[in-house]
Structure formats: structure tokens, C-alpha cells
């Protein structure tokens, strides 16, 4: 019984971790509070449930919900940079039309996907279970991020979010960055609302809400947590971070808390992560010690 | 190399309080020019430069870079033609990435960025010879991120990385200024060297008008976002700042004075 528990709390751990390598582009890497992910999120999931639920394949359908999620981040890319909305806005106005976008896709408020073949059906015919469809996915996609924030456009977008006026000098494209950096966050949040729809067994235009401060959450505990230096290193913390959030919310219903109350906690876990440095200056000053809060340069 | 016809900049144009910052500018840098620009505050020295690299449209005239008319590209499409310094150390460097992934940006300014390996080893080579020239250690320390690094060392990778391509145009924006006098004078001395080896085009601004005499081969005084004095060398090589003080105040009948002018 505890140990099923345990490993579906690894199981969400790993699928949302996917979710969260995409915060963590736009977040660390761009230096953009992007909200679309609250919306791409059930957008993923809608699209591949609709697809299954008509009788398509569980693999085309979770390709096209991670086309589906980049067109919506290039939508708050292009508000952002093209029509000058403030990032926050333009994340918050796709959010918002995504709510009925995702009802148009799915027709109705939810779709079950029980006796439908799904990708993690699949693997349970093969005896495997759905974390190794995870472990999988997100360790590939975790290798593939790392690889690419190495290359030319991975500099390029590094540095869009770092100093936008140097890489302007340099040559390069700074809204365009922007909008590969959107795009491909978004397209795997939206790959993680499809697996995580085939792994529950249904797509519901709810389950977006509090997506995006999950996924901060994630890579603020993988940050606190995995300090050396270098890219590998940063998302290899925010897969951590990942299943140490689902961890805390493991314990915190085995503790009897009602699920209900899971995003209060989360948004106050988020609070007082991010208010860390605040906190201890202020104890410093208090305690009469020269220690400061310092801005150290993201990793 | 650079000719510039009948600019003219506002800025907060058609609400009553306009501000010309350039005003009919004309001017003509043959290949290997080493211009200094001085002038007071507000004269329009930051903005020329501004204007020519493409931070800013401009309202009249234009400006073409080796024969290109680039008065309307966008910066990006420019940039490869020119390499900038700024005076504030932190603007030319990507704080959180390393000192070879800086350089290999600044390196690629004239490519397509492409999905291959940003730095390969042969890049690493390079950078090492080029960093050693500075004098500095950074050439052990390529992949530490440029956070670590004091001012002065910034500054110098910065320089580094704006003429690493050989740019038809260095632009200098009083990259000296910021720095404590020791490590503005390595960084002086350094913008030499590499101007003088690699024989590149620049206009330099500086509030410093000793620097203005010394370095490069001509300078020119703006006031009120106009061009008042341009001096060539041999002429300009036998003036001294006072010189320099009086000739401003023949031309506009009052004295240079400001205090960011450093006289001496």
C-alpha cells in the first residue's frame, strides 16, 4: 500500500518533471514569467485525449499535443514581442483563451480514457510500468536540453535571457530567441498535460490551474538543493526538485491535509523559497551580523 | 567606410519639450580613422554612436557603413559590421555564461547561428592565444563564468570580443570611464595595441580630452548635437587641451565647461 503510494508519487514526480524543465526555460533561462503553462498544460492534455478518445494513435496524439503547446507559447511570444505586451500579461491573455481553446478540442469538460489505448497502456502490456515510460522520456529530454543550451541558438537564447543589449550587438535576433525559448517550454508542458492525462485516465479543462507555480516550485527546490556548477547540473536539479515537490505533497496528505488545500501550500512553500534571501538579511541585521543578501548571477 | 549624411535625431518628438540630440550631422571616416569624439553633456556624442549601430532610428539622413545603406536595418542585421564597447562594464558581457561561451557569441557575430556545439576546441585554441594578449590569466580561466570577473577584466573581454571579428567598425563609448585610472589605462593602452594590429576603424567617445589628443588620429568636438570642430592630424598633433579649450570658445563664443570634462 505505502510503497504503491510511494512510487505513484515517483510516477508524478517524473511526468511533471517534464513540465517543469519547461518553467525552468523560461524561467531561469529567459528570465520570462511565462503563464501560458497553466493553460498549455490542459491544452497537451485535451488535444491528446480528444485524439485518442476518436480512435487515433496514443503516439500521434501526444506528437500533436507538443505542436499544440509550441504554437501557444509562439502566441505569447509573438503579444510579447511583436505587439509589446508585457511578458506577464501576454502569458496570462494565452491562458486565458486557451480555457476555451481546450473546451473547443474537447468538446465537453472532460474526456475519460479508460479501455483506450494509451501510451502507458502500451508499456503495461509489455510489463512495464508507467514510471519507466517516464524515466525515459524525461531523462532523454533532460540530455537533449542540456545538449542544446550548448549549441549556437542554445548561447543565443542563454544570453537573450542574461543581457539582451550584448547579444543584440552580436547579430542576433533577441524576439526571435524569445520565441524558440516560448515554444519549446510550451511544447513540453504540453507533452507532460498529455502523459499525465494517459496516466490518470482522462483530460479535464481544470486541471491547469496552478500548473506554472508547481513548476516553480520545482525548480526552486532543485536550485536550493543541487548547487554546482554548470547546465547539466541545474537541470538535473530541477528534475529533483520535481520529485521532491511531490514528495512534500505526498507527506503533507499522508499528514491529513486535505487535497484541496495542496495549492495554498504549494503557493506558500513558493513564498517563502523565493523571499529566502529577505529573510535572512533581515535575521542578519536583527542578530547585528554584516551578512547580506548578495545577487549571485543565475547559474 | 562610414559616410553619414544630414542626420537628424529628436527624441520626444511632437510633445513640446523636443530634444535634438542631432542636428544636420555630417560625416565622412575613411578606412583606418581612429576618431576620439569629444563634447559637454547632452552634446549628442552617446547618440551618434547609438544612431550608427542602430539603437536608434533616426528622423533624417543617412548612414552607410563600406558602401551599405544600413539606415534602416534593425540592429541585429548591423551588428556584424560593428563591434561596441559601452562604459559600463556589465553591458558587454553575459554575466551568468562563461568566458569562452562570450567569445564564441561575439566570435559567430557574422554566421547564422546554427545547431552545432557553440564552442568547439579549435575555438578554445584561439581563444586562449587571444586572452593571453591581454595579460590578464583569463586564458586559464575559460570556462568560469564571466560573473566572476572585476571590471577591468570585463572590460577587456569585452574589447576582445567586439574586434574578434575584425568589425569594419569599432564603436567605443567612453569604455574607459568607469574604471579606476590604473585599469582605465590598461584598458586604454589595450585599445591601442589591438586597434594598431588589427588596423581597425573607430570612433572613440571620451570625456577625457588628454585622451582625446593622444589617442587616434583625428577628433572631433560636438555641441548641441552638432559637429563645431573637426581636427586631423598634423594639425591636431601639435594641440594641447588648452589649445583645444580655446578653439571651442571661438567657435561658440562660451567656455567648454562641464564637470565631466576632465582637463588634464
Redesign the interface.
Known amino acids: 500500500m505505502l510503497l504503491s503510494a510511494l512510487i505513484g508519487t515517483l510516477e508524478q514526480g517524473l511526468v511533471y518533471g517534464i513540465m517543469a524543465l519547461g518553467v525552468y526555460i523560461t524561467y531561469r533561462i529567459l528570465h520570462f514569467a511565462d503563464l501560458t503553462v497553466d493553460g498549455s498544460f490542459p491544452l497537451g492534455a485535451a488535444v491528446a485525449a480528444r485524439f485518442i478518445a476518436d480512435g487515433g494513435s496514443p503516439l500521434m496524439g501526444t506528437v500533436l499535443a507538443m505542436a499544440a503547446g509550441m504554437l501557444a507559447g509562439l502566441t505569447t511570444g509573438f503579444l510579447n514581442t511583436k505587439l509589446k505586451i508585457s511578458g506577464l500579461l501576454s502569458g496570462i491573455l494565452t491562458m486565458t483563451a486557451l480555457y476555451s481553446v481546450n473546451l473547443r478540442i474537447m468538446g465537453r469538460a472532460n474526456i475519460p480514457l479508460l479501455r483506450k489505448p494509451t501510451l502507458v497502456s502500451w508499456f503495461g502490456e509489455r510489463g512495464m510500468a508507467p514510471w519507466v515510460l517516464f524515466l525515459i522520456t524525461l531523462v532523454l529530454i533532460k540530455l537533449l536540453l542540456d545538449l542544446f543550451l550548448k549549441t549556437e541558438v542554445g548561447f543565443a537564447i542563454r544570453a537573450t535571457g542574461d543581457n539582451e543589449q550584448m547579444i543584440r550587438s552580436c547579430g542576433v535576433n533577441t524576439d526571435g530567441m524569445k520565441l524558440v525559448g516560448l515554444g519549446l517550454a510550451n511544447c513540453l508542458v504540453a507533452l507532460s498535460g498529455a502523459l499525465v492525462a494517459q496516466y490518470q485516465g482522462f483530460a479535464d479543462v481544470g486541471m491547469g490551474v496552478g500548473t506554472v507555480v508547481a513548476g516553480l516550485a520545482s525548480v526552486i527546490a532543485g536550485q536550493a538543493l543541487v548547487r554546482f556548477p554548470g547546465l547539466g547540473w541545474a537541470t538535473t536539479g530541477v528534475i529533483i526538485g520535481s520529485l521532491i515537490y511531490r514528495g512534500a505533497i505526498f507527506a503533507a496528505l499522508r499528514l491529513g491535509l486535505a487535497p484541496t488545500d495542496l495549492k495554498l501550500i504549494t503557493a506558500v512553500l513558493v513564498v517563502v523559497a523565493l523571499s529566502g534571501p529577505v529573510w535572512s538579511s533581515s535575521v542578519a541585521k536583527f542578530g547585528g551580523g554584516k551578512r547580506r543578501a548578495t545577487n549571485i548571477p543565475a547559474a | 567606410m562610414l559616410r553619414i549624411s544630414q542626420l537628424r535625431k529628436v527624441f520626444a518628438n511632437g510633445t513640446g519639450v523636443e530634444m535634438t540630440a542631432l542636428d544636420n550631422i555630417s560625416l565622412e571616416v575613411r578606412t583606418g580613422d581612429f576618431i576620439t569624439v569629444i563634447g559637454s553633456n547632452g552634446a549628442g556624442k552617446s547618440t551618434l554612436l547609438n544612431v550608427i ?1 542602430g539603437v536608434y532610428d533616426v528622423d533624417e539622413g543617412e548612414i552607410w557603413i563600406d558602401g551599405v545603406n544600413v539606415t534602416n536595418q ?4 548591423r ?2 559590421l ?1 563591434g ?1 564597447v ?1 562604459q559600463d562594464p ?8 562563461t568566458i569562452e ?1 562570450n567569445l ?3 566570435m ?3 554566421s547564422p ?7 568547439t576546441p579549435q575555438d578554445r585554441s584561439r581563444f586562449r592565444e587571444l586572452l593571453a594578449v591581454l595579460g590578464l590569466g583569463l586564458e586559464d580561466r575559460l570556462q568560469e ?1 564571466v ?1 566572476l570577473l572585476s571590471g577591468g577584466q570585463r572590460q577587456a573581454l569585452t574589447l576582445l ?1 567586439a574586434t574578434i571579428s575584425n568589425p569594419k567598425l569599432l564603436l567605443l563609448d567612453e569604455h574607459t570611464a568607469a574604471l579606476d585610472p590604473k585599469t582605465g589605462e590598461m584598458i586604454g593602452e589595450l585599445t591601442n595595441k589591438i586597434v594598431k594590429n588589427r588596423e581597425l576603424t573607430v570612433l572613440m567617445v571620451t570625456h577625457d580630452l588628454r585622451q582625446a589628443l593622444e589617442f587616434g588620429n583625428r577628433t572631433i568636438m560636438m555641441d548641441q548635437g552638432q559637429i563645431i570642430l573637426d581636427l586631423r592630424d598634423p594639425e591636431r598633433a601639435a594641440m594641447t587641451v588648452d589649445d583645444l579649450l580655446d578653439q571651442f570658445e571661438a567657435v561658440r563664443g562660451k567656455r567648454l565647461l562641464d564637470d565631466r570634462v576632465l582637463l588634464v
Not at chain 2, 534593425?74 to 542585421?77: D, G, H, I
Not at chain 2, 556589465?90 to 555564461?97: F, L, Y
Not at chain 2, 547561428?113 to 564552442?119: E, I, K, N, Q, S
Open positions: 549601430a534593425p540592429e541585429y542585421r551588428a556584424h560593428i561596441r559601452f556589465m553591458i558587454g558581457t553575459a554575466a551568468s555564461m561561451e564564441a557569441m561575439a559567430k557575430r557574422c547561428l546554427r545547431l552545432a556545439p557553440g564552442v563564468p560573473g570580443m
